[in-house]
Structure formats: C-alpha cells, structure tokens
C-alpha cells in the first residue's frame, strides 16, 4: 500500500527560484528519505531524515520533518535546469519496508 | 564503475518469450530489491532478497521468477509476459534490511513486451 504521497504532482519554476516539494505519509517511520531520478534513469539518493530529527541540510537541499503532521517538505533553493527531474519521498516504516510515493515532476524554466 | 550495474537497459520481448534481467552490485551490500516502474504508478516493490535469501514476494505473478545466485548478483526470470508488463525495471540494493538506509539504484531496465 501506498504510504508517502508527494504535493503537488508537478511544479514549474523559473530558474533561480526556490522548489518546494511535500510529501504526506500515513504511518509511524523510521526514517523517510528522498530521491531524484531523471527520465527513464535510475533513482539517486538526495536525503535521509530520521523520526527523530526535524531538519537537515545538504548543499541546495532543505529537508524538514513533522511526525505530529505526518509530512516533509524538500526544499531546493536558487533552482537550476540540471534539477529538473522527479522527486521521491520514500518511507521506512518500524517493519523497515521502503514504500514510495508516486513523485513530483519539477521543470525548471529557463 | 556504478556501484550497480543492470543489463541490459533495453529489452523488446514476445509474449512466449524467455528473457532475463540482471544486476551486479559492487558495493558490498547484503539486501537487493526489484523495483517495477509503470507510468503514473508508485514504484512497486516486487522482490527483496538479504544474504541471498528471499524475504519478500510481494505477490507477482509467477512469470516473473527472481534469482540470487550470490549477494552480487541478482536476476529476474520472464516468461511468458504480458503487454501490461511493460515497464522499468529497477535494481536497487542496501548495506542490510535492518534500520534500512540509503537505497542505490541501478539505472534500469527499459522491458516492452509486444
């Protein structure tokens, strides 16, 4: 069963603006990690969060983490054409089972 | 060298055919996973193996047949297919099952079933 589902489907943004993508979740985690993947490639690991942390960082990348809202938000600050691409939110529930959501397709506009 | 390896990328196959999918991982890792990837759909967990024993099915259809010969090597067996197979096929694989943390993905295999 689906347990991480991203908001909003897709996004376009100018190029050097900030993306905003959130992901909703059902059930109690462990950790909940995010993904890029480009078209029709594999996907790459951007971020891992843990139940008990609220935020990190990684370069452009801002993760947060609410376990009382069930959600995450990924934050890709001063966007660049190489970002475009679909973004995962992936759950680790207590049963350590890797559930995706279904992505956000960003475009960034040049 | 990726640290996962899938050949081959593309894959054109008949319905009565016999094929495989095959993914090498050079990393050291003791769980590998089958991914199936269909449009519009979440990424579909379809098997999970750790120590080269299989420890999730989650209910594919016996047409596809997965192999773990060695913790390196992880293959799918296809046969007799349908055209709603057509899909990514990815290959992913983890340090252990436990605590699971960062998934490495291989780049995947481009399957259409005619």
């Known amino acids: 069963s689906q347990q991480g589902e991203e908001d909003p489907q897709a996004l376009s943004i100018q190029e050097g603006e900030n993306a905003t993508m959130n992901c909703s979740y059902k059930?109690?985690?462990?950790?909940l990690q995010w993904y890029r993947q480009n078209s029709g490639r594999g996907l790459v690991h951007l971020i891992l969060?843990?139940?008990?942390?609220r935020e990190k960082h990684s370069g452009r990348l801002r993760v947060t983490l609410d376990t009382s809202k069930k959600s995450s938000s990924l934050l890709i600050t001063a966007s660049r054409a190489a970002d475009t691409a679909s973004y995962f939110c992936a759950t680790v529930n207590r049963d350590d089972k890797i559930i995706f959501g279904k992505g956000t397709r960003l475009h960034i506009l040049p | 060298e990726t640290g996962v390896t899938q050949t081959p990328r593309h894959l054109v196959m008949g319905m009565t055919n016999k094929k495989s999918l095959k993914c090498e991982q050079h990393?050291?890792?003791?769980?590998m996973y089958w991914y199936k990837q269909s449009a519009k759909k979440p990424l579909e967990l379809m098997f999970v193996?750790?120590?080269?024993?299989?420890?999730e099915n989650n209910s594919v259809p016996s047409r596809f047949s997965p192999e773990c010969p060695n913790s390196s090597h992880l293959f799918l067996h296809l046969h007799t297919l349908q055209p709603e197979d057509s899909a990514l096929y990815l290959c992913a694989s983890s340090q252990d099952l436990v605590d699971t943390g960062e998934l490495f993905f291989g780049e995947g295999s481009r399957l259409t079933v005619l």
């Open positions: 059930t109690s985690i462990n950790n």
């Open positions: 969060i843990r139940s008990n942390e």
């Open positions: 990393l050291g890792h003791n769980a």
């Open positions: 193996y750790s120590l080269e024993e299989r420890v």
